[in-house]
C-alpha cells in the first residue's frame, strides 16, 4: 500500500492547511464545478466520429449544438486532434468562402439547464462572476467572439479573444462579471447559452465586455471562419465555472459524463416480434422493448431511426417510459431498429 503524505495538518483552531501529495483541496478545484457538459468532447452518440453537414441544430458532438442562417457552409466533426491532456475535440471546417450578410450567423453553442446554474443568482444583487476558459484552434488567426445569454436571448454578454499563431492550440480565459439584471432560468429549463462564432453579421455584433439587452453571438470585428474556403477550428477543455479564476479543466469519468450527456439525449436498440401476423392494424406483439426515461430532462421525443425488416415499427411514449409497436407484418418475423430520445432544451 502506498504512502499517503501530508505536509500540513489542520490544527484545532484552523489555523493550517492540510496538503496530500502536493494537491491542496479548495472550493474552486473541488467536482462539479464545470457546468459544461462534454466540454472535452469525448461523448459523440450521434455521428460516433463521422463528419456531419454543417446544418441548423445540427450536433457535432453531444451537446454542442450547430446553429445557423445558412446551411451547408462547413462540415462538423469529433477529432482526434487536441491539446495535451485531452484526446478529443470539435472540428469545424469551412467548405465555403461565405461573405457574411448583417442577418447572418454561424455559432456553436452549448445551453446550460437552469437547474445547474441557480446557485449564481443571476439577475439579482447577489449574483456570481463566473470564468469561461477552452483550448481553440484554428488555420486563422486574429481577434475571434462569442456570448453568454440568458434564454430569452434579451440580456447578453458578448467575449473577444485572440488567435495569435495558426494551427496552434492556445488556451483562453473569459472572466464575465455576474449579471444583476435581465430573467436568467433556475428550472429544468434554458438557464443560459454559451456561444462561440465562427461568422456573425452586424446584427448580432457589440462591442465585448459589457452586459447588453441587444441579442448578440459575438462581437464586432470578429474573424469569420466561413468566409475562407478550407478554414478550420476547433475547440475543447471547455469549462464554465463559479469565481474569477480559471481553474484546471475538470475531466470527468467517461460514464459520468455520458450518464450526463443521456439526461438530453440517447439511442437504444429495439426489438419487435408479431406473434400474430397482421396486415392492418397491430399485430399481436412479444417481446416489446422498454426504456426508462424518467432519469431525462424531460419527457422526450422518440423517434424510429433504422429499420432492418420489411415490417413497420412505431414508438409509443408515456411519462415515465417508452416501448415499441409493430405492425404489417406478413409473417412471424422480427423488427429490429433504433430509437432515438430527445429532451435537448
Not at 4 to 32: K, R, W, Y
Not at 76 to 102: E, R
Request: glycine content about 10%; overall charge neutral.
Amino acid at each position: 500500500m502506498s504512502e499517503i503524505s501530508v505536509n500540513s495538518i489542520l490544527d484545532a483552531t484552523g489555523g493550517a492547511t492540510t496538503t496530500i501529495n502536493g494537491f491542496t483541496p479548495t472550493v474552486s478545484n473541488m467536482a462539479g464545478r464545470n457546468r459544461i457538459i462534454n466540454g472535452d468532447m469525448r461523448i459523440d452518440q450521434r455521428n460516433a466520429g463521422a463528419a456531419v453537414t454543417a446544418n441548423n441544430a445540427v450536433f457535432g458532438v453531444d451537446r454542442f449544438k450547430f446553429q445557423d442562417s445558412q446551411d451547408t457552409k462547413g462540415t462538423l466533426q469529433q477529432s482526434s486532434v487536441a491539446p495535451v491532456g485531452f484526446v478529443n475535440s470539435l472540428l469545424f471546417t469551412s467548405t465555403s468562402a461565405y461573405a457574411i450578410i448583417t442577418t447572418d450567423f454561424f455559432v456553436h453553442t452549448q445551453s446550460i439547464e437552469g437547474l445547474n446554474i441557480s446557485d449564481f443568482a443571476w439577475g439579482t444583487a447577489n449574483a456570481v462572476p463566473v470564468t469561461v476558459s477552452f483550448w481553440v484552434r484554428s488555420s486563422l488567426t486574429g481577434m475571434f467572439g462569442g456570448a453568454i445569454q440568458n434564454s430569452a436571448q434579451n440580456y447578453n454578454y458578448p467575449f473577444a479573444y485572440t488567435i495569435s499563431s495558426a494551427n496552434t492550440w492556445e488556451q483562453k480565459t473569459i472572466i464575465i462579471a455576474g449579471p444583476t439584471s435581465g430573467t436568467w432560468l433556475t428550472t429544468n429549463g434554458r438557464g443560459l447559452n454559451l456561444l462561440f462564432g465562427l461568422g456573425v453579421g452586424a446584427t448580432f455584433l457589440e462591442t465585448s465586455g459589457a452586459w447588453t439587452t441587444s441579442n448578440v453571438f459575438s462581437v464586432t470585428g470578429a474573424t469569420s471562419v466561413v468566409g475562407t474556403n478550407g478554414a478550420t477550428f476547433y475547440i475543447t477543455g471547455v469549462q464554465l465555472e463559479e469565481g474569477s479564476v480559471a481553474t484546471p479543466f475538470e475531466h470527468r469519468q467517461y460514464g459520468q459524463e455520458l450518464a450526463l450527456c443521456q439526461r438530453y439525449y440517447k439511442e437504444r436498440s429495439a426489438g419487435v416480434t408479431a406473434v400474430t401476423p397482421s396486415t392492418s392494424g397491430y399485430s399481436g406483439i412479444g417481446n416489446v422493448y422498454t426504456v426508462d426515461v424518467k432519469d431525462m430532462r424531460v419527457q422526450p421525443t422518440a423517434i424510429k431511426a433504422t429499420s432492418d425488416s420489411t415490417a413497420t415499427a412505431i414508438v409509443k411514449l408515456s411519462r415515465d417510459r417508452w416501448w415499441a409497436v409493430g405492425y404489417n407484418f406478413t409473417s412471424v418475423q422480427y423488427d429490429y431498429f433504433k430509437v432515438t430520445l430527445d429532451a435537448e432544451l
